[in-house]
């Protein structure tokens, strides 16, 4: 199972970025997903996440800015990022716990990750 991250890049506080995480291999499911971001010298944090149910949860930091969403068709995330900070300054990564085919077990998994910079 790969994860691949994109959509990252430089962006002026308040614009705006989509990140997209493409899931490929083989694969029976997708329970939940996941963003997390780490800026240099910090410790790797939960942005949002969303379960099977599409219900979804979010740092403080993001509420009211950010939106998680999914697409089980495509095996893909999505982190709609709105009147973003410097602050929000990060790499991004996603991340996945999947189910493989003949496992009932679930496997995180992790994608390569994605630089998001906003300048003020």
């Known amino acids: 199972v790969q994860l691949q991250a994109s959509g990252g890049g430089l962006v002026q506080a308040g614009g705006s970025l989509r990140l997209s995480c493409a899931a490929s291999?083989?694969?029976?499911?997708?329970?939940?997903w996941a963003w997390y971001h780490q800026a240099p010298g910090k410790q790797r944090e939960l942005v949002a996440d969303?379960?099977?149910?599409?219900?979804?949860d979010y740092a403080d930091s993001v509420k009211g800015r950010f939106t998680i969403s999914r697409d089980d068709a495509k095996r893909t995330v999505y982190l709609q990022m709105n009147n973003l900070k410097p602050e929000d300054t990060a790499v991004y990564y996603c991340?996945?716990?999947?189910?493989?085919?003949?496992?009932?077990?679930?496997?995180?998994?992790w994608g390569q990750g994605t630089q998001v910079t906003v300048s003020s």
């Open positions: 991340q996945a716990r999947v189910v493989v085919p003949t496992s009932n077990y679930e496997y995180i998994y």
């Open positions: 291999g083989s694969i029976l499911r997708i329970n939940d």
């Open positions: 969303i379960r099977s149910s599409s219900s979804a």
